[in-house]
C-alpha cells in the first residue's frame, strides 16, 4: 500500500467520501505523522523481529580494519555474522562480539578473527575487525533496520498488513472528534490486524522444519531432545 492508496482509504473510512486532501494540506500533514506514529508502534512491538525489517547491507572493502556502516543510515543492529570473501572467491564468516567481550578476546593469545560494531544514530555505526583486511574486498552484513516512513505519495508502506496503520489513525481521529465508540472499535480492528501479523511473522514457510533446533542432541552428545 502506497501513501497515496493509505491517504484515500483512510479518507473513505473516516468521511465516507472520496474527496481525500491534497498533499499540501493540513488534514493530509495530520494523518502522515499519525501514520508515522503508527509505523514506529509496529516497528517497535514487544518480543517481535518484523520480517519486513531484515535487510543485508554489503559493499568493497578498504585496506585497514574497519568497514564504515554510514550509508546504511536505517541500521540498527547486526542480525548475523559479518561474511568477507577474504580469499577474493569464497566467504568467510566473521562473528559479530559484543563490545565488552571484544575487549576481552584483543588481548588473547590466540588471537581470533572477530568483530565488532560501534557507534550510535548520530555519528554512524562502524564494524571494527581484529585483524586488517586487503583492499576490494566483497563483504556483507545481515542487520534488522529501523522502519521507513513514507513521505511521498509512491512510497509503499513496509508492513505486511497496512490496514493495522489505517485502522490505528482512523482510532485517533475519531478520539480526536471526542467520537469514543468510533475510536475503540477501530483501535479493536488495528490491534486485531497487529495479531495477525504477528503470528504469520511467527510461522515457518509451508513444509519447514519448525522444532528447535538442537545440535548437540543431533551428535548424541547431549541436548535436551525433540
Same mark, same amino acid.
Given at each position: 500500500m502506497t501513501l497515496t492508496e493509505f491517504q484515500s482509504m483512510l479518507h473513505q473510512l473516516y468521511q465516507g467520501d472520496t474527496s481525500t486532501p491534497a498533499s499540501t494540506e493540513e488534514d493530509y500533514e495530520v494523518r502522515t505523522k499519525l501514520?508515522?506514529?503508527?509505523?514506529?508502534?509496529?516497528?517497535?512491538?514487544?518480543?517481535v523481529a518484523w520480517r519486513e525489517l531484515f535487510y543485508t547491507a554489503s559493499g568493497t572493502t578498504s585496506l585497514g580494519s574497519t568497514i564504515s556502516l554510514s550509508s546504511f543510515t536505517d541500521?540498527?543492529?547486526?542480525?548475523?555474522?559479518?561474511?568477507?570473501?577474504i580469499d577474493g572467491t569464497n566467504w568467510t564468516y566473521i562473528p559479530i562480539y559484543d563490545v565488552t567481550k571484544a575487549e576481552l578476546y584483543k588481548?588473547?593469545?590466540?588471537? %581470533?578473527? +572477530? =568483530?565488532?560494531?560501534?557507534?550510535?544514530?548520530?555519528?554512524?555505526?562502524?564494524?571494527?575487525?581484529?585483524?586488517t583486511v586487503a583492499a576490494?574486498?566483497?563483504?556483507?552484513?545481515?542487520?534488522?533496520?529501523?522502519?521507513?516512513?513514507?513521505?511521498?505519495?509512491?512510497?509503499?508502506?513496509?508492513?505486511?498488513? %497496512?490496514? +493495522? =496503520?489505517?485502522?490505528y489513525v482512523l482510532s485517533k481521529l475519531h478520539e480526536t472528534d471526542g467520537e469514543g465508540d468510533r475510536a475503540t472499535l477501530a483501535y479493536q480492528l488495528a490491534n486485531e490486524k497487529?495479531?495477525?501479523?504477528?503470528l504469520q511473522n511467527s510461522k515457518a514457510p509451508p513444509w519447514q522444519d519448525n522444532a528447535v533446533p538442537d545440535l548437540l542432541m543431533d551428535q548424541g552428545v547431549g541436548g535436551f531432545g525433540n
Amino acid at each position: 500500500m502506497t501513501l497515496t492508496e493509505f491517504q484515500s482509504m483512510l479518507h473513505q473510512l473516516y468521511q465516507g467520501d472520496t474527496s481525500t486532501p491534497a498533499s499540501t494540506e493540513e488534514d493530509y500533514e495530520v494523518r502522515t505523522k499519525l501514520l508515522e506514529v503508527a509505523i514506529n508502534l509496529w516497528a517497535s512491538e514487544r518480543g517481535v523481529a518484523w520480517r519486513e525489517l531484515f535487510y543485508t547491507a554489503s559493499g568493497t572493502t578498504s585496506l585497514g580494519s574497519t568497514i564504515s556502516l554510514s550509508s546504511f543510515t536505517d541500521y540498527k543492529y547486526a542480525a548475523g555474522y559479518l561474511r568477507i570473501k577474504i580469499d577474493g572467491t569464497n566467504w568467510t564468516y566473521i562473528p559479530i562480539y559484543d563490545v565488552t567481550k571484544a575487549e576481552l578476546y584483543k588481548n588473547s593469545a590466540n588471537n %581470533p578473527q +572477530f =568483530a565488532y560494531i560501534t557507534g550510535n544514530k548520530k555519528t554512524g555505526f562502524t564494524i571494527n575487525l581484529s585483524f586488517t583486511v586487503a583492499a576490494s574486498l566483497s563483504w556483507e552484513l545481515p542487520y534488522y533496520k529501523d522502519p521507513f516512513i513514507p513521505s511521498t505519495g509512491s512510497n509503499v508502506i513496509e508492513m505486511a498488513d %497496512p490496514l +493495522f =496503520a489505517v485502522y490505528y489513525v482512523l482510532s485517533k481521529l475519531h478520539e480526536t472528534d471526542g467520537e469514543g465508540d468510533r475510536a475503540t472499535l477501530a483501535y479493536q480492528l488495528a490491534n486485531e490486524k497487529l495479531g495477525a501479523m504477528k503470528l504469520q511473522n511467527s510461522k515457518a514457510p509451508p513444509w519447514q522444519d519448525n522444532a528447535v533446533p538442537d545440535l548437540l542432541m543431533d551428535q548424541g552428545v547431549g541436548g535436551f531432545g525433540n
